[in-house]
Structure formats: C-alpha cells, structure tokens
C-alpha cells in the first residue's frame, strides 16, 4: 500500500530552538494534512494544505506543499514546552477520502 | 470543524470477548472513519463506515473481526470481536465532510486485552 516515510522519527531539542520536519512519498497526494497528537489524545489538526508549493502558516507552525506533490514539510519556530508530542503527516491521494499517515514525529524540549 | 465523542474513553476487556466502540459527531458528516493506532505506532485505517449500506475494510481488516455500523450521518459504531491481546490498541474514530473532506479526529478508545 502506499506509504509516507516521514523524518526524523524523534528529535530532542531546548527550549527556543526551531524544529523541523518532512514527509516524503512515491506517490503524488492531492492533499497534505499535519496534525499532532498528545499522550491519551487523538489527533489533532494544525495545518491543511490542498496546492502543489502551497505555503501555510498557523501562529508559530509553517508547512508547504512541495511542488512535486509528494512531499511536505512542517517548521515550528520558537519552540515552547507544549510543543511536546507526536506530530504526523497524512497524505490524501486524489479521488479518495482516505489518508495515508507517516509513522511520526516524537519531539521532546528541554528546558 | 466537527466535534466528535468516543465512548468509551477506555477498557479492559478479557480475551475472547466482544467491544462495542461509539463514535458521536456533533453535526452531519458525509464520510466516517475508523482507524486503529497500535501502541507507538502510527494511525492506520481499518475501514470507511457508510451510512445505510455496509462499511468499505482495508486490506487485512475483515467485516467479522469488525463489524461497523452507521445509522444516520451523525453516529457510527465499531466492534471489535472476540478479542486477543493483539487487539490492544488505540481505535479512532474520524469524520470528514464539506468542500475540503479535511478529517478530523475524535479523542479515542484505549483498550486493553488481558
């Protein structure tokens, strides 16, 4: 089935630093989601992006659309300690509702 | 966005038995899904629920394992049958719905099997 490999799988940072992180794929997907999730928690939405070099911004988080439709990156500037947690991709491919999820991002700040 | 509920929050369950999951959504939804997110892993999709007609499964998820239901465009429910350890997980349920079928997620279900 189709896959995202999405990177790095866990980062260990301080306080203030900026973090990113990408997904990338074989396929091309008509849309590209970045959600978080928190221990205990679903998933939840930060930034939606539905054009190829779409560029995204939510306070502090910017994500892109890569031109070739088949990757994505999501930047937090500034970071604060409840940054903490998981962040996924999730890729939909066109014509299908379904997504496709990447395997995480597991971030840890240090104070 | 919708706001969506999942009952119950969590449970332990002995093996061999069945669990009913409930997925509310706070306002009509086209689409409804159900994922299941194994410890530390990341989310995968189990199956499309449709409403009034039998739910679409992924490749290695089976109508007797889980069967779903949906009633109206608000509600759906999740399964899980005769249950093993293995089926300790996380289930999700999420709806997406409107021009751009961004889906949203509820809160979850954790369950443990002994």
């Known amino acids: 089935g189709q896959q995202l490999n999405q990177s790095p799988q866990s980062m260990f940072i301080q306080e203030g630093e900026d973090v990113s992180m990408n997904c990338t794929s074989s396929?091309?997907?008509?849309?590209w989601l970045w959600y978080k999730q928190d221990p205990g928690e679903g998933p939840v939405l930060l930034i939606a992006?539905?054009?190829?070099?779409e560029l995204t911004s939510n306070g502090r988080l910017t994500a892109q659309f890569g031109i070739t439709r088949k990757d994505s990156f999501l930047n937090i500037s500034a970071s604060i300690p409840s940054d903490v947690g998981i962040y996924f991709c999730?890729?939909?491919?066109?014509?299908?509702?379904?997504?496709?999820f990447g395997q995480g991002t597991r971030l840890t700040i240090n104070p | 966005s919708a706001v969506i509920s999942q009952k119950p929050s969590r449970d332990i369950c002995q093996r061999g038995t069945s669990l009913t999951i409930q997925c509310q959504v706070d306002?009509?939804?086209?689409?409804m899904f159900w994922y299941r997110q194994q410890p530390g892993q990341s989310l995968t999709l189990i199956a499309t629920a449709n409403q009034g007609s039998e739910a679409t499964y992924e490749s290695g998820f089976v109508i007797d394992k889980f069967p779903i239901s949906r009633p109206n465009l608000t509600f759906s429910t999740l399964t899980v049958s005769n249950m093993s350890p293995e089926d300790s997980s996380i289930y999700l349920c999420s709806s997406a719905g409107g021009s751009t079928d961004t889906q949203y997620f509820g809160p979850g279900t954790r369950l443990t099997v002994l």
């Open positions: 396929s091309i997907f008509n849309t």
């Open positions: 306002s009509q939804v086209t689409m």
């Open positions: 992006l539905y054009k190829a070099g």
């Open positions: 999730a890729g939909q491919l066109r014509g299908a509702q379904k997504l496709v």
